[in-house]
């Protein structure tokens, strides 16, 4: 039982490169999403979806777009990478209902030069 | 707005109890969460209560709930160098869309 996995761990971009982050969860959660970590800063919720083909914006959406064309898969797309994007992206997700929480990837550390 | 708050550093000597605080504003919340982050890894979840419950045990942590002042706690015991992380506090907030109200985070640090 694999979780959610998110590839790649590691990554180094040069301002305004474009690349997509993967997330994969093999649960059949409906609920997944995409939070940025940075120091002093918590989690900050960059995108969610409630099921394939429903996205919706946390509170920092700029610059990253998402689609959920299966449940399982939840990637992310950074268009034209700025320094500001550079921080550590985790990938979680959950049923809808009842007491769940959340399952967190391992997460994968971005540097935008 | 929502919010939830927590203090940022805890620091103990192995051994001892550890207590983390958090308060959170929203009261329609149904249930309550502590993760843990350990050095370049994700969030894992430690515990959950429900909000009509003012305490939970689960072998070493103990979470207790005032509903009326809107604190949480969780307390370790016998707190071990390998329980230094950072503790998360988060609130499933008012509706069902499964968004959690996170706090920043307090570092844990056990001394020997």
Known sequence: N????????????????????????????EYMSWYRQDPGMGLRLIHYSVGAGITD????????????????DFPLRLLSAAPSQTSVYFCASSYLGGNYGYTFGSGTRLTVV | GEDVEQSLFLS??????????????????????????EPGAGLQLLTYIFS?????????????????????????????????????????????????????????????
Request: glycine share 8%; charged share 20%; with cysteine.
């Open chain 2, 12 to 37: 103990v000597r192995e051994g001892d109890s550890s207590v983390i605080n958090c308060t959170y504003t929203d009261s329609s919340s149904t249930y309550l969460y502590w993760y843990k982050q």
């Open chain 1, 2 to 29: 694999a979780g959610v996995t998110q590839t790649p761990k590691f990554q180094v971009l040069k301002t305004g490169q474009s690349m997509t982050l993967q997330c994969a969860q093999d649960m059949n959660h």
């Open chain 1, 57 to 72: 914006q946390g509170e920092v959406p700029n610059g990253y777009n998402v689609s959920r064309s299966t449940t399982e």
């Open chain 2, 52 to 112: 009509n419950m003012d305490m939970k045990q689960d072998q070493r942590l103990t979470v207790l709930l005032n509903k009326k002042d809107k604190h949480l706690s969780l307390r370790i015991a016998d707190t071990q160098t390998g329980d230094s992380a950072i503790y998360f506090c988060a609130e499933s907030g008012a509706g069902n869309n499964r968004k959690l109200i996170w706090g920043l985070g307090t570092s844990l640090a056990v001394n020997p």
